[in-house]
């Protein structure tokens, strides 16, 4: 069921009109701070003339990243290919020539286009936000939700999906038609990323460009968690993953079923939900709120905006009873890159770090 929270929430977020983010906004490289750097700053992070990241303030903007490279080097395609998904069911790929990667994260376009194959995509749902897929048409509706007339108007040759898209009914229906559905795990985590990555490259007969861009990933992962190390205070920011959209009821504390604790503990964070005994998506009330304190908050850029941004999320019941609501301590990352854990989980990490700690694009 992982995932599926999350689902359905954005199934219902393009029915609520989003508006333009209010109050004071930062990029990465300038989130308002305290000049002062304290004694609970690591070693390191005194070393590149970081600022104490318990003092900064206001609201921060992860910026979007490009669309991925293509894993280098020459993999002979060979098909027809025969797997066995994640739910079971033996498939037969014969044709890659016009592909469907269907998640809520995005992760599976990336990974395709990663791979080589982003040529052969022809549709795309609305989390795959890569610039080269920006004309294609999206086959979702109300968020998530798979049209299927529009996927069988598009004659796909393979789809690969998840279960985080549906319902459960459109894929069976999908498959039942004689497309080839290849259903991967909808885990997205550091664990998880390469084993996604080799899945979907045996799905299109490219196991080997698979390995080389799994290795690729995880060399970048580990590159990536090390610079965050030095960037790290020895005393963790405390922080919570909201999930909001529009100005009504939709307000949700992200945890362990949405991958919000693999990104907070990727980027040197502790989990402020976790602390609070909050393991699983929770309604984001005040009572919740106060109970949690974060000292900083991660959002999702559309929904930020959807609220009335930063100022109609510090409206919120309970939201300015936190020490993240006090100090307006917010990070704004894009929808499409905030939970992927794809093949550019490294640049994503960085970037997200940055916008925590103040650092500038040349550290």
Known sequence: MKRRILGALLATSLLTACGTPSGTSHSAANSESSPATSSATSENAQAAHLPDPHTLTGLSEVGEIGDPQVIEGNYTQSLPVSVTDYEGHSVTVADTSRILALDISGTLSRTVI??????????????????????????????????TEAI??????????????????????????????????????????????TTVAGALGVPEAGTALAERT????????????????????????LYVRGTAGIFFILGADEGAPALIKAVGGNDAAAMAGITSTTPANAEALVALNPEVVFVMREGLASTGGLEGLLARPGVSQTRAGASKRVISIPDGISLAFGPQTGEVLLAVAKALYGVEDTQ
Not at 115 to 125: A, C, E, I, Q, S
Not at 132 to 140: E, I
Request: glycine share 6%; aromatic share 2%.
């Open 114 to 147: 990663a791979l080589g194959y982003g040529k052969n995509l022809v549709g795309r749902t609305v989390s795959s936000t890569e610039a080269q897929l920006a004309n294609l048409p999206v086959v979702t509706e109300n968020g998530h939700s798979l049209n």
């Open 152 to 197: 069988l108007s598009l004659a796909p040759t393979l789809i690969v999906a998840d279960r985080s898209v549906g319902p459960v009914e459109a894929l069976d229906q999908l498959r039942a038609s004689g497309i080839a559905v290849v259903l991967v795990d909808p885990d997205r985590s550091l664990e998880s990323t390469s084993k996604l990555i």
């Open 218 to 241: 995880q060399k970048e992962t580990e590159e990536a968690l090390a610079k965050i190390k030095g960037w790290t205070p020895a005393t963790p920011l405390d922080i919570a993953f």
